[in-house]
């Protein structure tokens, strides 16, 4: 089975600092990457994924990802973080070898906090 | 997308006893699952609700423990039966529009369950 992983547990960061979160799966078949956002007191809902094509992918509110097939990674990034992305960010897979269909396999999540 | 909700968003039950999460969703939906959110601990698919049939389960999750119904495309329910206090966690429902493995996945709100 598939398994994720999320490197960081709790980020903090001031605004306008950098973001990157890592994340890396095991399984190298066919996959699809997602990285979730939850910010307080909302749904899980989706920041970008990446399937196919241009391994650099562009969701919403800045945010992006780059799929590095070779290094099994699939890493956030912002170049400028404000005190709105405080959230907590869970990356997932879709895929890889005797997975249900649909099923998605998350990390443990990355608590982002940005201070004014 | 697909808007989804649950009820209720959260309670706090005493051991043994049994509790019903239901999930709504505001379209029609392929596919419907259920997950598990312990403190501190990522995602984990309980099983996918089938319209019509018996849910698939995953490792771990038994019909007996989790029954799921899911009487037609827009809704379903989750049982936690016979609780105890392990078994407090987040259960969210998701939905997927389609099979396609690239296509979203969309979660609601969470029923956060405190078992004492």
């Known amino acids: 089975a598939q398994s994720v992983s999320q490197h960081n547990h709790h980020v903090i960061l001031s605004e306008a600092a950098s973001l990157e979160l890592g994340c890396n799966y095991s399984?190298?078949?066919?996959?699809?990457l997602f990285w979730y956002v939850q910010y307080p007191g909302q749904h899980l809902q989706l920041l970008l994924k990446?399937?196919?094509?241009?391994?650099l992918v562009k969701g919403i509110k800045g945010f992006e990802a780059e799929f590095i097939k070779s290094k099994f990674s699939f890493n956030l990034r912002k170049p400028s973080v404000q005190w709105s992305d405080t959230a907590e960010y869970f990356c997932?897979?879709?895929?890889?070898?005797?997975?249900?269909?649909?099923?998605?396999?998350f990390g443990r999540g990355t608590q982002l906090t940005v201070w004014p | 997308s697909a808007v989804i909700s649950q009820k209720p968003s959260r309670d706090i039950c005493q051991r043994g006893t049994s509790l019903t999460i239901q999930c709504q969703v505001d379209?029609?939906?392929?596919?419907m699952f259920w997950y598990r959110q312990q403190p501190g601990q990522s995602l984990t698919l309980i099983a996918t609700?089938?319209?019509?049939?018996?849910?698939?389960?995953e490792s771990g999750f038994v019909i007996d423990k989790f029954p799921i119904s899911r009487p037609n495309l827009t809704f379903s329910t989750l049982t936690v039966s016979n609780m105890s206090p392990e078994d407090s966690s987040i259960y969210l429902c998701?939905?997927?529009?389609?099979?396609?493995?690239?296509?979203?996945?969309?979660f609601g709100p969470g029923t956060r369950l405190t078992v004492l």
């Open positions: 997932a897979v879709n895929g890889g070898r005797g997975s249900t269909l649909g099923r998605l396999y």
């Open positions: 399984y190298g078949g066919t996959v699809n």
């Open positions: 998701s939905g997927k529009d389609s099979t396609i493995s690239t296509d979203t996945q969309y």
């Open positions: 990446y399937f196919s094509g241009d391994p």
């Open positions: 609700a089938n319209q019509g049939s018996e849910a698939t389960y």
């Open positions: 379209s029609q939906v392929t596919m």
